[in-house]
């Protein structure tokens, strides 16, 4: 065609993109079926549904306050574990300079926030020590929701497992909708005849 722009379009007959080295190989039934490892979302093994961390699970009653011990996950565990999450809420408490005594549910959005989420980049200075020496620890919150997710993800335990449960609710799958199907399956399209 004279003058007018050429564009280049590759087909693959193998059920591949040859640009991006992705390949699907010969499709089957299986492909199509949840139940079978070959079509079951990556994410969750085809239940369409996913655990996930509820930040309001996490707190007993709204209307009291946190140094009434309205953080659940700060209130369990054994003795050591929870020196460590009084001088974490301590650390908190001073950084964004909230009273303790003030019921959850007034407490400002930016420190519900740090609290579930983390402080990002931001650090906190947390003080150590035993023995009468202390040290001082500068480093970023993670957040409850990204700790306990990372937990329940890492352990082996199941004890810890089922104690991080009770903080979570189902969702629908971040990657297939709830369609229990791998993404590229779905994308897969029949035409009739």
Request: charged share 25%; net charge neutral.
């Amino acid at each position: 065609m004279p003058g007018g722009d050429w564009q280049a379009e590759r087909y693959s007959t193998d059920f591949g993109d040859p640009e991006t080295g992705f390949s699907l190989g010969e499709l089957t039934p299986k492909h199509f079926s949840f139940n079978s490892h070959l079509g079951a979302c990556p994410t969750c093994h085809g239940l369409g549904t996913q655990l996930v961390v509820d930040p309001e699970l996490m707190i007993s009653e709204p209307e009291k306050s946190i140094a009434q011990g309205v953080i659940i996950p700060w209130r369990r565990g054994p003795k050591r574990m929870q020196a460590y999450y009084k001088k974490l809420q301590n650390a908190l408490v001073k950084h964004f300079g909230i009273d303790e005594e003030v019921p959850f549910a007034e407490l400002p959005d930016e420190f519900k926030n740090a609290l579930y989420f983390g402080t990002g980049e931001t650090r906190i200075e947390i003080k150590f020590g035993s023995n009468g020496e202390r040290e001082k620890v500068a480093k970023p919150f993670e957040g409850l929701v990204p700790q306990m997710q990372r937990l329940y993800e890492q352990t082996e335990s199941e004890f810890t497992r089922n104690r991080i449960r009770s903080f979570m609710s189902r969702v629908p799958c971040k990657v297939c909708g709830g369609a229990r199907l791998r993404p590229e399956i779905l994308a897969v399209t029949l035409k009739a005849k």
